[in-house]
């Protein structure tokens, strides 16, 4: 009896030493890290849709300057290129024979007021004696006859003295506008008007200036459904304006001109060629910043989406399949979702659909995960807060490494 329950002690030993060998072979299981991700929450907002186009910059008045009388140049008055005044004066040409003219017609036009004075008189001397009967209906007939004749002449000589002034005043060339002047297309002593050279130089008006661009069809259509009511579409056709806003444009450098442009005239009808108008708007110039011809860079705002889901460029990715993002879901899964997006604008990307407000998507760290992998969603701050406190973890094992060397 006793071997007995050796024997069967024995067994019982060795199935537990079994047990506890196989237990002590079987691996711990792995604990996942998920990984550190920098996430943003999809929000909502009113976005602005803007139309870029390439405009030219034109003078608001562009005047030429010409010779109205013949004659020859004798003085130039202005540095070329420079700013001028209405009514500057800009040339002068030989006046010699319109004085001429002037003083011989002043001469004509004393001469016959002389001969109406005389008819006047004469009138006056025979009117008493006709109504005497002293003076015979013929002879008065023909005082009134004279005097009438005369008041015509003087009237007509005066309307020649005029025309002769005024062409005496056509030799003193004025600027018609304020503005810059051109470079001068006639030279001292040259022979200017309908017998020779006739554009003298130009005066071009830049403040305020112009920029032209060519909009499409389509923004044309996106920038009148802006005008929500009847009233307003009328109020801007009655002033020229289909398409009303203001305009951005850049200087040559590429920075943003700080004076806005109000859209002041749009082309009717639209070029069958390119399929666009043309669209003017007017720009304050008081520095004188913008000369014309340049071209520059155009914006104006066509329409705007309401609620628009709005991420991020950096949270998107391209693909032969389309565009996707990485979602971090409530349970911390990562999942890579393809989006359709609406608009890139400065803001980031409108998406159209595959996105609600409030998921998020990761902006930093996409290239750390896949889809169905774990992830720790983590603000800017909250992350480069641990990335700072692991660089230094990481500087004092380093140090500590290094210390325990020395030692040894």
Known sequence: MPNYLNCTAFKFALIFSSLALITACEKEPIKITPKLVVVEKVATATVPLYGNYVGVTKASLDVEVRARVNGFVENKSFIEGSAVKAGAPLYRIDNRPYVAVVNRLSANVESQQSALEKAQRDVERLKPLYEQDAASQLDFDNALSVLSQAKSSVAASKAELE????????????????????????????????????????????????????????????????????????????????????????????????????????????????????????????????????????????????????????????????????????????????????????????????????????????????????????????????????????????????QEQEDN
């Open 163 to 402: 025309e002769a002034k005024l062409e005496l005043s056509y030799t003193e060339i004025k600027s018609p506008i304020s503005g810059l002047v051109s470079r001068s297309e006639v030279d001292i002593g040259a022979l200017v008007g309908s017998s020779g050279q006739s554009l003298l130089t130009r005066v071009k008006q830049v403040d305020p200036i112009y920029v032209t661009f060519n909009m499409s069809a389509l923004d044309y259509l996106n920038a009148r459904r802006r005008m929500t009511s009847y009233k307003e579409q009328q109020v801007a056709e009655s002033e020229g304006k289909a398409v009303e806003g203001f305009v951005t444009i850049t200087l040559p450098d590429n920075s943003e001109y700080r004076y806005l442009g109000d859209v002041g005239f749009t082309d009717p009808s639209v070029n069958p060629e390119t399929g666009t108008f043309q669209v003017r708007a007017e720009l304050p110039n008081p520095d004188k910043e913008l000369l014309p011809g340049q071209y520059t860079n155009v914006r104006i705002k066509l329409s705007e989406v309401d609620d628009a889901i709005v991420i991020p460029n950096k949270a998107t990715q391209v693909e032969q399949g389309g565009v996707y993002v990485m979602v971090v879901l409530p349970n911390n899964k990562v999942e890579r979702r393809f989006i359709v997006v609406k608009h890139q604008i400065e803001m980031g990307v409108v998406v159209q659909s595959g996105l609600k407000a409030g998921e998020q998507v990761i902006v930093e760290g996409m290239h750390r995960v896949r889809h169905g992998q774990l992830a720790e969603p983590l603000t800017a701050e909250q992350y480069y807060q641990k990335e700072d406190l692991k660089q230094k973890e990481q500087a004092l094992k380093q140090q500590e490494l290094e």
